[in-house]
């Protein structure tokens, strides 16, 4: 599983959950509506994740390169593997989290948590990279 297939299927019951419970108030048809929509976003927004976890995790490669000036870490298809596991993994963390965070606290504090686990888990997949290589 790649990191935006891993995003997707994850956020797409996120997204219906969210719909679902912004329609709850209005009767069946819109609450089925509203998750049919809150799925349909939610694979879009899983699918932006995704991508957003990618670059953060080129960003922290490319600087994590140049400060250490060592060779790019993942030459071969293992260490590449290795890394699109570990991406998918914080993307399945980040989205759940973010939606438990939301729903407990506020949407704020779960769009901060999703972002900042994005860089924080492209800091640990890149770290993890470093450390299989040596």
Request: aromatic content about 14%; proline content about 1%.
């Amino acid at each position: 599983m790649n990191i935006f297939e891993a995003c997707v299927i994850t956020s797409i019951p996120v997204g219906a959950i969210i719909g679902a419970s912004l329609g709850k108030s209005y009767g069946i048809f819109v609450k089925i509506g509203a998750t049919l929509a809150g799925g349909i976003v939610g694979s879009f927004a899983g699918w932006i994740y995704g991508f957003l976890i990618i670059f953060f995790m080129s960003v922290v490669g490319v600087l994590w390169t140049a400060v250490n000036k060592s060779e790019p870490l993942y030459e071969n298809e293992k260490a590449s593997k290795d890394a699109t596991r570990n991406g998918a993994k914080t993307g399945i963390i980040g989205i759940i989290g973010a939606a438990i965070l939301g729903f407990l606290t506020g949407w704020h504090y779960g769009i901060i948590f999703l972002i900042s686990w994005a860089m924080f888990g492209a800091f640990l997949t890149v770290l993890s990279g470093y450390f299989t290589k040596s």
